[in-house]
């Protein structure tokens, strides 16, 4: 199985592609994606990475701070969204 983390203080210009492969050093990614505005396209500033259960904590303590085009990235296990009314 695999668990989403959230990875947020990204930099605007990173692509799904940068995430993955900074994500890559760490452990298996099985998908990437960062999030858009709907109206502008450009990024939010977060994303979410794929791996497997078993790499979650080991990813967590290894990329939450680590430095992504000159900022400090967060990192930890997303939770499930919350509906909207």
Same mark, same amino acid.
């Given at each position: 199985?695999? =668990?989403?983390?959230?990875?947020?203080?990204?930099?605007?210009?990173?692509?799904?592609? &940068?995430?993955?492969?900074?994500?890559?050093?760490?452990?298996?990614? =099985?998908? +990437?994606?960062?999030?858009? %505005?709907?109206?502008?396209?450009? +990024?939010?500033?977060?994303?979410?990475?794929?791996?497997? &259960?078993? &790499?979650?904590?080991?990813?967590?303590?290894?990329?939450?701070?680590? %430095?992504?085009?000159?900022?400090?990235?967060?990192?930890?296990?997303?939770?499930?969204?919350?509906?909207?009314?």
């Amino acid at each position: 199985m695999t =668990k989403t983390l959230y990875v947020g203080n990204l930099p605007w210009a990173v692509t799904e592609e &940068d995430l993955a492969e900074a994500f890559r050093a760490v452990a298996d990614v =099985k998908g +990437s994606r960062v999030i858009t %505005d709907r109206e502008t396209g450009r +990024s939010r500033g977060f994303g979410f990475v794929e791996v497997d &259960d078993e &790499d979650v904590e080991r990813v967590v303590a290894a990329m939450n701070g680590a %430095d992504i085009g000159g900022r400090q990235i967060i990192v930890n296990e997303a939770r499930p969204r919350q509906p909207r009314y």
